[in-house]
């Protein structure tokens, strides 16, 4: 009988979006080549948005380092490793990931991971943020605005009050550090504190949750993020919290976006927001308040030399201006995402410089500065400028409007330059090393 040859890629392809463990393949650069739905689900990214960034772009590892670089690294398999890490999103995903390197030819090719997400089983129960090693007050949250000393002041309210806090925010602005200032005051630190991550929330899990709290006396319910729940579950988390509420419970949620848009839009049920919205705190996006940034990398460094007995007090003034006038789409997260990325840097500074700022913060900020097309003509002493000189800096005012046009994505900036992307890589690597000689 004769065999019938079948092309397995689109079965291939079937099953790795319908598997129910997260894949995430690399090449040998660390260049993603493979994303699949499910950990779409776990970590929050599109394929298009790793696809021409590194992992050390995309994902802040803290417990431990990659699993997909050890096995680029060493060629060997890592199996049920644990890894906890925050995103881009400033969001922190526990997994359990068996990582296997791939060969061609006797060649590796890349490295793939297949994880599981156990985040929900790490957060039911309260631990203390790892991100700050230590217990959340009032006194701890930078509040230097005027809008955050209203946020602490109602908040400092409702820890008094017994009815449930709805906190209101763009993602990245602290409201779970408000959250457990709020537990913290309302009980003292004596009893526990349950989170409901959206992120990984299922039915069983708040059934879970929901046995937990019977077999223990009071304690805090932080909920967050109930407008990315799905309807159902929403409802099955408003059966929950009616069954609790007249315990010694204290139920705190928090949303992204104006509640009663959410409501209008169908994202969040309207009796769910009536029972949380007792106390509502919104909280301001850190563009609208930038009173608190350079408190807030006070504050900053101030642990940092603590914890690592680092010299770093300050930034110069340059540094100053780009950080007051960038306008942080990812709030206080993203700041504090990029002080992670410079203090990694240093060694016995006590002042940050422009020298220190991560390339793709430089290229987000200096990019937007104060060269026009005009500049490449004369300058402003109406002297013409040496060929070479102004060839490099119209080839920089280029590249960089290129880049930013398409929102820092080397693929399409290549693409519409006309030049491969190893080469566009190459014009910058080029322009960051003069950047760093002057």
């Given at each position: 009988?004769?065999?019938?040859?079948?092309?397995?890629?689109?079965?291939?392809?079937?099953?790795?979006?319908?598997?129910?463990?997260?894949?995430?393949?690399?090449?040998?650069?660390?260049?993603?080549?493979?994303?699949?739905?499910?950990?779409?689900?776990?970590?929050?990214?599109?394929?298009?948005?790793?696809?021409?960034?590194?992992?050390?772009?995309?994902?802040?590892?803290?417990?431990?380092?990659?699993?997909?670089?050890?096995?680029?690294?060493?060629?060997?398999?890592?199996?049920?490793?644990?890894?906890?890490?925050?995103?881009?999103k400033g969001q922190e995903i526990t997994t359990i990931n068996d990582t296997y390197p791939v060969y061609e030819n006797g060649q590796m090719i890349g490295a793939i991971e297949l994880a599981r997400d156990v985040t929900t089983l790490e957060k039911v129960v309260y631990q203390p943020l790892k991100k700050y090693e230590e217990p959340i007050t009032f006194n701890s949250i930078t509040a230097v605005s005027a809008s955050m000393k209203k946020v602490i002041a109602t908040a400092e309210k409702a820890a008094l009050a017994k009815l449930p806090v709805l906190l209101v925010g763009e993602s990245?602005?602290?409201?779970?550090?408000?959250?457990?200032?709020?537990?913290?005051?309302?009980?003292?630190?004596?009893?526990?504190?349950?989170?409901?991550?959206?992120?990984?929330?299922?039915?069983?899990?708040?059934?879970?949750?929901?046995?937990?709290?019977?077999?223990?006396?009071?304690?805090?319910?932080?909920?967050?993020?109930?407008?990315?729940?799905?309807?159902?579950?929403?409802?099955?988390?408003?059966?929950?919290?009616?069954?609790?509420?007249?315990?010694?419970?204290?139920?705190?949620?928090?949303?992204?976006?104006?509640?009663?848009?959410?409501?209008?839009?169908?994202?969040?049920?309207?009796?769910?927001?009536?029972?949380?919205?007792?106390?509502?705190?919104?909280?301001?996006?850190?563009?609208?308040?930038?009173?608190?940034?350079?408190?807030?990398?006070?504050?900053?460094?101030?642990?940092?030399?603590?914890?690592?007995?680092?010299?770093?007090?300050?930034?110069?003034?340059?540094?100053?201006?780009?950080?007051?006038?960038?306008?942080?789409?990812?709030?206080?997260?993203?700041?504090?995402?990029?002080?992670?990325?410079?203090?990694?840097?240093?060694?016995?500074?006590?002042?940050?410089?422009?020298?220190?700022?991560?390339?793709?913060?430089?290229?987000?900020?200096?990019?937007?500065?104060?060269?026009?097309?005009?500049?490449?003509?004369?300058?402003?002493?109406?002297?013409?400028?040496?060929?070479?000189?102004?060839?490099?800096?119209?080839?920089?005012?280029?590249?960089?409007?290129?880049?930013?046009?398409?929102?820092?994505?080397?693929?399409?900036?290549?693409?519409?330059?006309?030049?491969?992307?190893?080469?566009?890589?190459?014009?910058?690597?080029?322009?960051?090393?003069?950047?760093?000689?002057?």
């Open positions: 009988m004769k065999q019938v040859e079948v092309d397995l890629n689109p079965f291939y392809k079937f099953a790795s979006e319908h598997v129910g463990v997260g894949v995430h393949a690399v090449d040998p650069k660390g260049k993603t080549i493979l994303y699949n739905k499910k950990m779409k689900d776990i970590e929050g990214f599109d394929f298009e948005e790793l696809a021409d960034r590194s992992l050390l772009e995309m994902f802040r590892f803290d417990q431990a380092e990659s699993t997909l670089l050890k096995v680029l690294q060493s060629g060997s398999p890592v199996l049920n490793s644990k890894q906890t890490y925050w995103n881009r990245g602005t602290g409201k779970e550090l408000i959250a457990e200032a709020i537990h913290r005051a309302h009980h003292d630190g004596s009893e526990e504190m349950s989170i409901l991550f959206s992120h990984g929330t299922s039915t069983d899990s708040i059934t879970q949750l929901s046995a937990e709290m019977k077999n223990r006396a009071g304690g805090t319910v932080y909920c967050e993020r109930i407008d990315m729940l799905s309807i159902p579950l929403q409802l099955k988390l408003l059966e929950m919290v009616k069954e609790h509420s007249g315990s010694d419970v204290y139920f705190i949620a928090s949303v992204g976006e104006d509640p009663v848009e959410l409501i209008a839009a169908q994202k969040l049920l309207k009796e769910l927001y009536y029972f949380f919205s007792a106390i509502a705190i919104p909280i301001q996006p850190l563009r609208r308040r930038k009173e608190d940034i350079l408190p807030f990398v006070a504050d900053y460094f101030s642990r940092h030399r603590m914890k690592f007995g680092s010299m770093v007090r300050r930034v110069d003034g340059q540094v100053e201006k780009l950080l007051l006038s960038y306008e942080w789409p990812g709030n206080l997260k993203e700041l504090e995402l990029l002080l992670d990325e410079i203090t990694s840097m240093l060694t016995t500074e006590e002042t940050v410089g422009v020298e220190l700022l991560p390339y793709h913060f430089k290229l987000k900020t200096e990019k937007t500065g104060t060269l026009q097309p005009e500049d490449f003509i004369v300058q402003s002493n109406k002297e013409l400028l040496p060929l070479e000189e102004y060839l490099f800096e119209a080839e920089i005012y280029y590249l960089q409007k290129a880049m930013d046009l398409h929102n820092g994505n080397v693929t399409k900036a290549a693409a519409s330059l006309g030049m491969s992307r190893q080469n566009l890589q190459y014009r910058l690597r080029k322009i960051k090393k003069n950047e760093a000689q002057t």
